[in-house]
Structure formats: C-alpha cells, structure tokens
C-alpha cells in the first residue's frame, strides 16, 4: 500500500493527474475503513486528503451554501448560521452513525461512496445540491441528481476530487426529512425520503429504494400538476417509475414501498397537497 500526502489542492490535483495506478482519496475513512479487510493492499494507492485545510470551510452567501470537500457533519450541527438556512441538513448529521463518525465522516465521502442508503445524500438532493468537480485541466459543476450513473457508478474521472458542494438559497414553503431505521440512532436506513417545496415546486428524493438516491421525478410532477392522491396506493402507483427497491438484509422490497408510500402521502397531506 501506498500513501500520499498532499500539502495543498494543486499538489494533490497534480498526483491525479500523473498517477501511473488511480489514486483512491481518502478523506475521514470511515467508509473505506469499512470495507478494508476486503481490500487489496498491494494495489492500493490512498490519497490522504486530510491536509487540504481550505476544503474544510463551508461558506454561505446571499445565494447559496458552499460546503467544501473536507466539510464534516459536526461542522454542520455546530453551525446555527447554517441549521437555521438549511435545517434538514442539520436535522440529517445528527442521524449519522454517533460522534466519532459525525465528526469525521465528509459530506463529499457520503456523495462519492455511492452508497443507495446514504442519508446525506437524499437530503442534499432534495436541496437542489450541485457537485464541483477539480482536476488539474479545471472544474466542472454536475447536479448531483445526475452524479450517479449505477450503483456506486459516478460520473467523477479518476483525475477529480470534490472540491465542494453547493445548495441554493431559496424561499422554501415546506421541508422534511424521515429515516426509517431499526432504531434512531447508529442505524443504515431501511429507507428515508427528504423533500423541499421551493419556489420552484417540490424536489423529493429517496434513500434505499434504487440502486442509488433518486429523485421520485414523476410524483413531483404529478404533484406539480396539482393532482390529488386518494390514499397511500395512489402514492405508490406515482413512485413506480422511480424506485426499485430490492430485498436485504435490512429490510424487504414491499416494506420499503409501502412505508415511503404511506409516509410521503401523510406528510404531503399535513402540508395540504394531496
Ligand atoms: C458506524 C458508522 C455509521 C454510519 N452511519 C451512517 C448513516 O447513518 N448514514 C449515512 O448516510 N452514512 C453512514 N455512515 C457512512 C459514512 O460515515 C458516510 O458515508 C461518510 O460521509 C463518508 O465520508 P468520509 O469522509 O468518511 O469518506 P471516506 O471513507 O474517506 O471516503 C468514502 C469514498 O469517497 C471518496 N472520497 C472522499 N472524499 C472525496 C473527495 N473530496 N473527492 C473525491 N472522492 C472522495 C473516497 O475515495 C471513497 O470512495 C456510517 C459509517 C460508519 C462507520
């Protein structure tokens, strides 16, 4: 096993972009560290990115927040300033393994690991996230909800980090966030669902039901249409084109489509749209 330890980005960027073996950035490890056993160590080449001070901060401005690719979730739950403009993002970190993964785990390392349960992901999803791509030939901004191409496919190259993450500010007139876990906390989700009314309409995207976090596009038009939905069946016939969920160890496929179902047209219901 290999490990390089970059000073800054452009070093970094550069041992990417010249690498003989691809490089596997590593930043709190708390996914990679899970699978470790099942590595292959000789071909293993890490890219420690624990020393890129500058993609830690998050930054917020008139019109969006910009968590950086080294962004905690402990940096989220300790920031009123961003709890208060994006609260399911803060609402999400605290349901995110127990301290010691809060504050280690990245919200970059959530998007990139691919996971389908991944909760961070649906939440930044329902907040129209963006990801910024870096590689030494320049950047690219993808939306995450087409960052993934397959389960735990992404359209990142081997010579990119994420550098950053950004989400819009924008008047929002409803917002939720539910896991459904075996328990509240330390649990990978059976299924979640997060959901943003904006100006723009609804945006609902779903955690453990695909082969990795979709948006349920077609209720969102339905939903844009005005259309009313009879009960949770109704629902359910307006997710099909989205989700497939499968059977595992956690849970089983009709579980998880009849609680997302039951759960999306209660919650929709309080906020008067079915
Ligand atoms: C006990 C435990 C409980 C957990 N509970 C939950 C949970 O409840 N919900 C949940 O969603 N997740 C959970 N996780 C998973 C994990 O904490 C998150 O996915 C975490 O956000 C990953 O971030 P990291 O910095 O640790 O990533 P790492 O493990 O360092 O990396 C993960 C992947 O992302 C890549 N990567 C990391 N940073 C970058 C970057 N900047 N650019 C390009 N590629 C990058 C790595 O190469 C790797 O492929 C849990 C993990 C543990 C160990």
Not at 57 to 69: D, N, P
Request: aromatic fraction near 6%; include cysteine.
């Amino acid at each position: 096993m290999k490990v390089l330890q970059p000073s800054t980005l452009d070093e970094a960027l550069d041992m990417m972009a010249t690498a003989d073996t691809a490089l596997t950035p590593i930043a709190g490890g708390t996914d990679l560290l899970v699978s470790w056993h099942h590595v292959d160590k000789d071909s293993l080449h890490l890219l420690d990115l624990t020393r890129l001070r500058k993609l830690q901060a998050m930054r917020m401005t008139k019109r969006h927040l910009e968590l950086g690719g080294l962004t905690t979730y402990w940096q989220v739950i300790k920031s009123p300033e961003v709890a208060r403009a994006f609260p399911l993002l803060a609402e999400c970190a605290r349901l995110i393994g127990a301290i010691q993964v809060q504050t280690r785990g990245t919200w970059a390392g959530n998007i990139q690991n691919g996971s389908p349960a991944a909760d961070g992901v649906a939440v930044m999803m329902a907040y129209d996230a963006t990801v910024i791509l870096q590689s030494r030939d320049g950047r690219t901004e993808v939306p995450l909800d087409r960052y993934y191409t397959g389960y735990k496919q992404t359209v990142r190259r081997g010579d990119q980090l994420i550098t950053a993450i950004r989400m819009p500010r924008r008047r929002r007139i409803v917002e939720w966030f539910e896991k459904v876990g075996a328990r509240r906390a330390q649990a990978i989700a059976k299924l979640g669902v997060a959901a943003v009314r904006d100006t723009r309409g609804w945006r609902i995207a779903a955690n453990s039901v695909a082969p990795y976090v979709c948006r349920c596009r077609a209720l969102e038009d339905a939903l844009r249409q005005g259309r009313s939905f009879g009960g949770p069946d109704e629902i359910r016939h307006a997710l099909a084109p989205d989700i497939c969920p499968i059977t595992d160890v956690r849970s089983t496929a009709t579980y998880r489509e009849r609680v997302l179902s039951r759960i999306l047209y209660f919650r929709l219901a309080e906020n008067g749209s079915p």
